[in-house]
């Protein structure tokens, strides 16, 4: 849901329309959605799996934190995007 709302025009949307400048940036950033969500299925089939496909729960937990590790990485560098926009439309406007 969470990427759903950002594709149909989420939050990026008005600060692209404010600085179009950073379009490519966040096109770049939106093509890593369906990426984080084949990792996250995979990582939920492995986690589903009978029997299990982790040695054991550190190696899942492992490979779940290095996944939050990339989103928040994916997710300040969309609020990078959104900061940057305002203050090129607060340099327009002063």
Known sequence: DHFALEESGGYL???LSQAPQ?????????RQHATFLSNLDTLTDRLT???A???DWSEAC?????????????EEAENDIVNAALEADEEHAG
Do not use: V, W
Request: proline residues 3%; glycine residues 0%; positive net charge.
């Open 13 to 15: 949307a008005h600060a």
């Open 22 to 30: 950073f379009a490519s940036r966040a096109e770049s950033l939106r």
């Open 53 to 55: 496909r982790f040695n």
């Open 62 to 74: 492992q490979e779940f934190d290095n996944f939050l590790s990339r989103l928040q990485l994916h």
């Open 49 to 51: 799996a009978t029997p």
